[in-house]
């Protein structure tokens, strides 16, 4: 069953899949270790710069109250912080994010939610109901 000839076609195959790969360390669509590297520092880079806008456009209170919240609902707070950096994007605010604003953004994005989760029961009527 071992054909060197089929074997050596084996061998050329795997050679140019190694070289196509660029060296063979990964599969393809698997990121060579520089490649992640450079995604995870330009990752970095961005929360970085999120963080450093945030904390311009933030009160002390407001942001110590956004931390807080960070702690127990992260997507929340990822949320509400999604939603300043919009607004600071669009010029829509003149000053920094006061607790009390940050307050109402909370209720604006727990309104969506519970709208969003509504659930409704339908109940079956029995076919052989008298309405009498």
């Known amino acids: 069953m071992d054909d060197p000839e089929l074997e050596a076609i084996r061998q050329r195959r795997m050679?140019?899949?190694?070289?196509?790969?660029?060296?063979?360390?990964?599969?393809?669509?698997v990121p060579s270790p520089e490649d992640a590297q450079q995604q995870e520092e330009a990752r970095r880079e961005a929360e970085e710069r999120r963080r450093a806008m945030l904390h311009a456009v933030v009160a002390p209170d407001a942001r110590e109250r956004l931390a807080r919240i960070a702690l127990v609902k992260p997507d929340k707070a990822r949320n509400v912080e999604n939603m300043i950096l919009a607004a600071?994007?669009?010029?829509?605010?003149?000053?920094?994010?006061?607790?009390?604003?940050?307050?109402?953004?909370l209720e604006q994005i727990s309104?969506?939610?519970?709208?969003?989760?509504?659930?409704?029961?339908q109940r079956r009527r029995?076919?052989?109901?008298?309405d009498d």
Request: charged share 25%.
């Open 15 to 29: 050679a140019e899949l190694v070289a196509k790969s660029g060296g063979g360390q990964a599969g393809p669509g």
């Open 111 to 121: 309104e969506k939610e519970a709208a969003a989760s509504k659930i409704t029961f």
């Open 126 to 130: 029995p076919v052989f109901e008298d």
């Open 88 to 105: 600071a994007q669009r010029g829509a605010l003149q000053s920094k994010v006061t607790e009390d604003q940050l307050k109402g953004m």
